[in-house]
């Protein structure tokens, strides 16, 4: 399933380093999310946005920023990656009022050494 | 903002038996309940939804429940098989403001199915 794609899907980076994880979809959603999964903890979400004008902090944000380049791009940079920040990343998309459920990406796997 | 508890946080069932998670949440105002499943190394995905005008609802093995009055929902597995084996997660939709549409997920449940 392509509609949501996420680049890379593993990236090894040092501490300190600036890293951005990048999303791109075609489902043509106005609703993008970066959220975070460590186990145990579920999906926490970081960032969302509702459309290109629009960015909204989500559980846990610091540390990191976003940035909505297009409707169907949305990214997700660490200034500074510090190894608390090593999880598995996954964007998703969703229609207004998440009428059919969110779709998600194949995800990330970043680790911070 | 809402919060949603998930239970049990690990399962384990013998193939063919029944499988029940349950979620809570705290917002009377979420009105959209969908459910997750996680296999290993992989995306979550959307199996089943729930609307908060309807109290049941059914796709083959799988069924979720909701009771508003309550504010839980439930996820019914029938005749669990093990490649039912992975993680699920509840989530809530919020109706709120900047929050409208946003899911609140659980921490999600580990079901393991043994043959």
């Known amino acids: ?113 | 903002g809402e919060n949603v508890e998930q239970h049990p946080s690990t399962l384990s069932v013998q193939e063919g038996d029944s499988a029940v998670i349950k979620c809570t949440y705290s917002d009377s105002a979420s009105n959209y309940f969908p459910w997750y499943k996680q296999e290993l190394g992989k995306r979550p995905q959307l199996i089943i939804d729930i609307r908060s005008n309807v109290g049941e609802k059914k796709d083959q093995r799988i069924a979720v429940t909701l009771n508003k009055t309550a504010k839980h929902f439930s996820l019914h597995i029938t005749e669990t098989q093990p490649e039912d084996s992975a993680v699920y997660f509840c989530a809530a939709s919020g109706n709120r403001g900047s929050t409208l549409g946003r899911l609140y997920f659980g921490r999600g449940t580990q079901l393991t199915v043994w043959p």
Not at chain 1, 36 to 58: A, M, T
Not at chain 1, 75 to 96: G, H, K, M, R, V
Request: proline share 3%; aromatic share 10%.
């Open chain 1, 1 to 113: 399933d392509a509609d949501v794609t996420q680049t890379p899907r593993n990236r090894i980076t040092k501490t300190g380093k600036r890293i951005m994880l990048e999303c791109s979809q075609t489902k043509g959603h106005d609703r993008m999310y970066w959220y975070r999964q460590d186990p145990g903890l579920g999906l926490q979400l970081i960032y969302y946005s509702f459309d290109v004008k629009d960015i909204n902090k989500g559980e846990i944000s610091d540390g990191y920023s976003v940035s909505r380049q297009a409707q169907a791009k949305f990214s997700l940079s660490l200034e500074s990656a510090i190894p608390n920040q090593t999880a598995l990343y996954f964007c998703a998309t969703s229609d207004l009022f998440s009428r059919q459920g969110s779709t998600f990406g194949s995800g990330t796997r970043l680790t911070v050494v």
